[in-house]
């Protein structure tokens, strides 16, 4: 759970059907704003958008922000002259009257204040919904729009349906309709646990898929479900239905897919291995920082521009001896990974966004398999590059997988697994008759606390 702040924008992109927000948004005016901000009588000059319809704006986003991430807080500026002067909030119909409204929402906490801004530096005040507000929106199901596009300066936009967005927004549809009547948990989490990271398990389980610079070849990943946000060592933890789970993904995926746009089968399994270049970093660390490095410089115009990317991500989470070494010998590993990979190296720094195409065709991929097993009725969870199914699936999972890439690319993935199937243990102990063992030695069953059993109980006793 994050707490980024986000800047006001029109959210209604977000929705195949805004009109859904009619009644919400006056019931909330009614409820929370109507008796402190009357209609206004006489003659006087009348601000050119309503009060009430500025506070929609403010609605959706709050609204979308919570459902994107709980934790997300939403920025609103309380220096009136900035409504007079700022041409974005003149298009989202904003005025001067829309602060007094926020401080009388805080002050009746229905919104809670993050920071307070100042009104003469100009300063934004950071709002998010209080507990009130976002009860009244766990109540409320707008249905997002399946597929969603964000021009060139990631501010999002209509556009024209095309044959390939009516598909893929059919897709994804049966998809959430699959989801919502499936339960997804974690076993041993407690409610406490939910609350720490921010799960909201009912209302995060339809998602979209995002696509960039106005383009539908470039991004196009999956998002909005909750388990996307799920620290990663606990999604082996993941139950549907009850079912224990495996976890399968497509590893060094960008490099991969690179070479299969070049038509070329990589000359290793795993092209991060290189030799170290220095005694002040081991293999393992290497391995991590130059996949990571990598991924950056497919998508920047220079040697230079990635290992400044590079060094402002990890600053925080690695020692300043560490940085300072990278800042020096971070172009060998640079230099070491095109001497190793000549025939993809055209696509380092060169500031073609490539990072964003591979991002589209591993994108495509994972709609592929949501449609394969949404047919077949099978849950399937995606976070980017892998893939989480119910145990049973795992060699169902495995082979879609592989086919799939090679049918695209010509060769084979190579794919890692999280967990071991039942049938998978069974099969390991067959091969091996002088392992005297169970399979239930090999296959692993999660923990499931109190707590699990009656959200489960209860998602039953709603979808009954």
């Known amino acids: ?63 979308w922000q919570w459902h994107v991430d709980p934790g997300r807080i939403t920025s609103v500026p309380m220096d009136v002259r900035i409504y007079a002067k700022d041409k974005h909030y003149q298009q989202l119909g904003l005025t001067r009257i829309l602060p007094d409204m926020i401080r009388h929402l805080i002050d009746t906490g229905v919104l809670t204040l993050v920071k307070k801004g100042s009104e003469i530096s100009g300063k934004m005040t950071r709002v998010k919904p209080s507990k009130k507000l976002r009860n009244r929106f766990k109540r409320f199901a707008p249905e997002i729009k399946p597929v969603q596009l964000k021009d060139e300066n990631k501010k999002p936009i209509n556009y024209e349906e095309t044959a390939d967005t009516l598909r893929w927004g059919g897709i994804l549809r049966r998809y959430n309709a699959l989801l919502e009547r499936t339960h997804i948990d974690v076993g041993h989490f407690t409610n406490t646990d939910h609350k720490k990271y921010g799960l909201n398990l009912s209302r995060r389980k339809h998602v979209y898929r995002q696509f960039n610079n106005s383009s539908f070849s470039q991004y196009g990943r999956i998002h909005g479900a909750w388990w996307q946000l799920l620290p990663s060592q606990w999604r082996k933890d993941i139950l549907i239905d009850d079912f224990e789970t495996v976890e399968v993904d497509f590893t060094a995926m960008s490099t991969y897919i690179t070479y299969g746009i070049e038509g070329v089968k990589p000359p290793m399994k795993d092209p991060y291995k290189l030799k170290t270049p220095n005694e002040f970093i081991d293999g393992p660390t290497q391995r991590k920082f130059l996949k990571k490095l990598i991924s950056i410089a497919y998508n920047t115009a220079s040697d230079a521009d990635a290992l400044w990317t590079f060094c402002e991500e990890y600053k925080k989470v690695v020692t300043p001896e560490f940085l300072a070494f990278f800042r020096n010998h971070g172009e060998s590993l640079l230099e070491a990974f095109r001497d190793a990979h000549p025939a993809i190296s055209k696509y380092l720094c060169t500031n073609k966004k490539h990072g ?76 091996d008759p002088l392992i005297n063992a169970s399979p239930l030695d090999y296959f692993r069953t999660s923990e499931r606390s109190e707590d699990y059993y009656s959200r489960r109980e209860e998602f039953i006793s709603n979808i009954a």
Request: proline share 5%.
């Open 1 to 63: 759970m994050s707490n980024d702040s986000h800047r006001l924008q029109d959210t209604s992109v977000h929705f195949s059907y805004p009109e859904q927000f009619d009644d919400f948004c006056a019931d909330l005016w009614s409820e929370f704003l109507s008796e402190a901000f009357p209609p206004a009588k006489g003659v006087g000059r009348r601000p050119r958008v309503s009060r009430e319809e500025q506070m929609r704006v403010i609605w959706m986003n709050l609204y």
């Open 356 to 431: 964003l195409t591979t991002m589209f065709e591993d994108s495509q991929l994972a709609m592929a398999l949501i449609d394969h097993f949404t047919d077949r009725e099978v849950p399937i969870l995606t976070v980017h590059d892998s893939f989480v199914v119910p145990e049973y699936e795992a060699g169902n999972l495995i082979t879609k997988m592989t086919s799939l890439f090679f049918e695209r690319f010509g060769f084979k993935p190579d794919l890692k697994q999280e967990n071991i199937s039942m049938v998978q243990a069974q099969r390991l102990l067959r091969d």
